[in-house]
């Protein structure tokens, strides 16, 4: 048994439910410069692998992107985002009944996201959605050195904790997510909510496989109802 003290969370695909508002919005922020639209898989694989919006628009981008032009289009983006995830971004069912169990157990909360926001955009967020009174500290990727794979935002939301590493639950929905918990040495787990292929999360051997935050109560409550490989030699039998 694994004495679990704090879990800490990505946001995108894991928690929120954001991806076809932001595809939305990087397609109007590319189109006056005549870019786009980006299919859903293409935009899907850019996110998955943990790349940057500026690594997005320059795989994107026809002809190479200046300094200029970069800080015109992520503003565009950001702003229209901000707009549209007022209403078109919500929770994934079950997070707040997740939260408020971790909160009766005295288990930690955090968060570790790849987004280049501000943390206090991100508490604006959360506050927007009423989940900020659960969570202990917000980590971005503004704050570090490398974004996921790397584990910089996973140790630095750790050391805030003030709980070891060993006793953190990472849980994300991409494969970048699962590889960056275990460089970190926390116990990985991989949700099927976001965009995601599942065998690539299986293939990336997080300690478990969920279908959705639902299931992470029984996984903390026992340990092993779920184990990634397991369920998948019983998918092939």
């Keep these: 048994m694994i004495d679990v003290k704090a879990l800490i969370f ?12 932001y595809r939305e919005v990087f397609n109007q922020g590319v189109a006056e410069f005549d870019v786009g639209p980006i299919s859903r898989d ?33 503003a565009k983006i950001l702003q229209l985002f901000k707009q549209v ?13 997740l939260f408020r169990y971790l909160e009766a157990k005295g ?3 955090g968060i570790a996201t790849g987004r280049t926001s501000s943390p206090e955009d991100e508490w604006l967020r959360f506050r927007r ?3 900020d009174r659960y969570i202990s500290t917000i980590v971005t990727s503004r704050e570090v050195e490398h974004r996921k ?3 910089d935002a996973i140790i630095e939301c750790s050391r805030r904790l003030n709980i070891p590493l060993e006793q953190c639950v990472i849980v994300g929905d991409t494969e970048s997510d699962i590889v960056a918990a275990k460089r970190a040495g926390a116990i990985a787990v991989a949700v099927t909510t976001g965009q995601e292929n ?11 496989v969920l279908k959705d935050l639902g299931n992470l109560i029984a996984y903390l409550e026992e340990q092993k109802p779920f184990h990634a490989l397991s369920e998948a030699r019983q998918k092939e039998e």
């Design 10 to 21: 990505d946001i995108d695909g894991t928690l929120v439910d954001s991806f076809d508002a």
């Design 42 to 74: 293409v935009l899907r694989d850019y996110l998955a692998k943990g790349l940057s919006l500026r690594e997005i628009l320059q795989n994107v981008f026809v002809s190479p992107m200046d300094d200029a032009a970069y800080e015109v289009c992520r």
């Design 85 to 97: 995830e007022q209403e078109g971004v919500k929770p994934f069912t079950g997070t707040e009944a």
């Design 107 to 109: 288990i930690k909360i």
């Design 129 to 131: 959605l009423g989940l």
């Design 149 to 151: 794979p790397a584990p």
């Design 198 to 208: 599942g065998d690539v999360l299986l293939k990336a051997e997080p300690a478990v």
